[in-house]
């Protein structure tokens, strides 16, 4: 009956611990998984997203995040892009194989066709065994970060998805894991975190104007929305 799929969905996801069996030596690189989470509630202000998508790999625990409106496959696609490029250009690691859910964004042409064009191999985690991707267990995490930002804050609940990729961007670039001694960041790139752009979720900040713009709309510098 689909109400026991749905019971075992919610404790796999949320409650038990992966088994010692799925553990086991990965190198950078050579498994990323990727899932998609939401929707939240409320959209987030400015863009109007409700989902998160996430990449997570195996060997460094480095996680990568952004959000969406409503994910389908040709956003799924350019996010698998994305994180493929990104892993080249700034992490200098090629990507091996991706590991998704059985969800069908994941699964369809466009996904497929950017993973043959790029030669990344595809995996897909067994129904209902959800510790199969490690990705699914920062989603906790995540969502309580985010809770406790926007409630620091006093903010309300239109910014939980700024939050959240807030909270993932710090623990990604703050979190060292038992047994090294750099953070998940360092790890995978040999770079120093860039903690100068850490802020404090919530605190008062100015935009900058361009010159270019102030003169289409005919603002002096001086004034007090340049």
Known sequence: PQSIFCHCCKIFKSIASSPDSAKRSYEKGELVHIDAWGPFPHSAIVTGHRHILGALDSDSKMMDAESVAEPNGLIASKFVR??????????KVTIKTIRF?????????DVTAVLAE???GKDNSAPYLHYQLMVEMMWKPMARDAS???GFASLGKRYFISAALHAVMTRAITTID???DVTRYEYISNRKPPIHMLRIFGAPMYGHMMQEQRKAIKLDKSDPRA
């Open 148 to 150: 406790c930002a926007i």
């Open 118 to 120: 790029r030669k990344v």
């Open 178 to 180: 038992e047994g090294r």
């Open 101 to 109: 859910d059985n969800h069908f964004i994941f699964n369809c042409q």
């Open 82 to 91: 994305y994180i493929i490029d990104r892993y080249e250009s700034v992490y």
